[in-house]
T-cell receptor
Framework: DQQVKQNSPSLSVQEGRISILNCDYT??????FLWYKKYPAEGPTFLIS?????DKNEDGRFTVFLNKSAKHLSLHIVPSQPGDSAVYFC????????????FGQGTRLTINP | DVKVTQSSRYLVKRTGEKVFLECVQD?????MFWYRQDPGLGLRLIYF???????EKGDIPEGYSVSREKKERFSLILESASTNQTSMYLC???????????FGSGTRLTVV
């Protein structure tokens, strides 16, 4: 039972354009959402997060949008750069204690020059 | 910078061997986690710990155990390695929900 789903295994975007990565979740108890970025042979690195009390959070070129009614979140990267090519994981948590995260399957983003 | 260090980048073990994967963090984080990453499945939680000597099962604990004798160290143990445990293993730690996890670089384990 996949509680966090990233339905696009891969995405290809031209340099300078907007990249939009999508994520859906099923557990209405999730109250905190994060995006991680992973390069090959490295661990994931934290990118940006959003609490369920917000619908948008922005950090430089990265913006995360949360639509609680649709149980959907998206990550926008604009403008996209070659260094953004990586696998992106969406994650969600429902507990304050151990902050156990549930991850999606990941989307491989490729930025073409 | 917070560092999470996994002792091995690559390991090759034989079926039936007992395997130890070590993870150390240097920022006094309470919470530590072990995940495995497989293509098409994302990151799946094996075990986690929110205090010394405390451990909780994650989503796929079968065939694994853990040890947390000191706050900074969280070990994953494969009691009897099998080929379906060939995977990338990722350790992480966290202090608060707002800071997210800090991951180690991962251990690529191959069981032959």
């Amino acid at each position: 039972d996949q509680q966090v789903k990233q339905n696009s295994p891969s995405l290809s975007v031209q340099e300078g354009r907007i990249s939009i990565l999508n994520c859906d979740y099923t557990n209405s108890m999730f109250d905190y959402f994060l995006w991680y970025k992973k390069y090959p042979a490295e661990g994931p690195t934290f990118l940006i997060s959003i609490s369920s009390i917000k619908d948008k959070n922005e950090d430089g070129r990265f913006t995360v949008f949360l639509n609680k009614s649709a149980k959907h979140l998206s990550l926008h990267i604009v403008p996209s750069q070659p260094g953004d090519s990586a696998v992106y994981f969406c994650a969600a948590s429902a507990h304050q204690g151990a902050q156990k995260l549930v991850f999606g399957q990941g989307t491989r983003l490729t930025i073409n020059p | 910078d917070v560092k999470v260090t996994q002792s091995s980048r690559y390991l090759v073990k034989r079926t039936g061997e007992k395997v130890f994967l070590e993870c150390v963090q240097d920022m006094d984080h309470e919470n530590m986690f072990w995940y495995r990453q497989d293509p098409g499945l994302g990151l799946r939680l094996i075990y986690f710990s929110y205090d010394v000597k405390m451990k909780e099962k994650g989503d796929i604990p079968e065939g694994y155990s853990v040890s947390r004798e000191k706050k900074e160290r969280f070990s994953l143990i494969l009691e009897s390695a099998s080929t379906n445990q060939t995977s990338m293993y990722l350790c992480a730690s966290s202090l608060t929900q707002g800071s997210g996890y800090t991951f180690g670089s991962g251990t690529r384990l191959t069981v032959v």
